[in-house]
């Protein structure tokens, strides 16, 4: 017979989906029972809006404790019952600190994709750029730490400033505020912050800026799934997020991660922007689908989201970055910029109603 402490002690090897830390030490195990003769009972309790996650969660306990060495015949069967509330506050449930927002700050909107290069700072530095035509207090966070590129966006190397209440005054161009998690980080030294430093770092970093009243932040996310990004969305409560993909099958892969990353913390996903989708050639005014047609939609569609804009590749968008003046603002009737300010424009009546 197994005693409840080596049941017990075996639960710990199952760890909560997505994260490494095991079920017991987030205090998810209520109970261990053995009901003769009907087997053992295990109460589960957790929140939850993933329906996955309990069907997962049983699965491995069941077979975690069937392993156990001295799990006899008439311990069996394994009874998971596994209560879901409704998550209130997803990441602290996890175990994780609490999602809590930047005073002053109304919305506090995520750029994210799953893959690198597809565009994500060209989108975020638009986006912000559209929001303030638009009439709204914004900033822009460039949160990548290994490759700031906002200030190269906005044309400015100036550097925020320490204000006398201990926070960072961000650098403002037009009246958008600009902060980048690089810029403290010297030029020169190769940036070597890891794991946890990483952790700490980007957690204080967004509280250590003085953002004054923004009606939208926009955050510019490094690709992929990293500590940055998880630190982000499990600290701050984020109003939404917006992937951008190419069209094709390679980017749309990763894009599904970060959905699932938003999902998992209960961020909504507030839409797709297909970067890159088509290039109109000037000379003949015939549309080419470089990569690939119809993805962004398609995987709109999968995800029940809406699929905010489809913004071409375009040369002036790329130029308009290099020089270090978004396209919105560069050259308002070019396509790119068109879409753009169409994009934000959705993006308001999702915020603001
Ligand atoms: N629609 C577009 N038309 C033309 N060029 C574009 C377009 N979108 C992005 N680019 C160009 O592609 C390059 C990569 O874009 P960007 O830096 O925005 O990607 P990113 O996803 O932020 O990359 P990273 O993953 O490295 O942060 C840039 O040179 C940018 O000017
Ligand atoms: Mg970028």
Redesign the pocket.
Known sequence: MATQEQILEALKQVKYPGYSRDIVSFGLVKGVEFVAPKGTVISVELSTADANIPRILQEQIVETVCRIPGFSEEQRPVDVRIKVNAPAQPAAQAGSLPQTGLPGVKHIVAVA?GK???????VAANLTAAFKSLGFKVGLCDC?LY?P?MGLMFGTAERPTMGDDELINPVEVQGIKLMSMGLLVEDESPVILRGPMVTRYTQQFLRSVNWGELDVLVLDL??GTGDIQLTIVQTLSLSGAVI?STPQEVALIDARKAVKMFHKVNVPILGIVE??SYFLCPDNNKRYDIFGSGGGRREAEKLGVPLLGE????MA??EA??QGKPVVWRDSSTL?AKTFVAVAEKLKNILFG
């Open positions: 994709s690198g290069g597809v565009g994500k700072s060209t990548d490759g590129s490094p690709p951008v970067n890159m913004i071409p590749l375009e968008a790329r970055g290099d790119t």
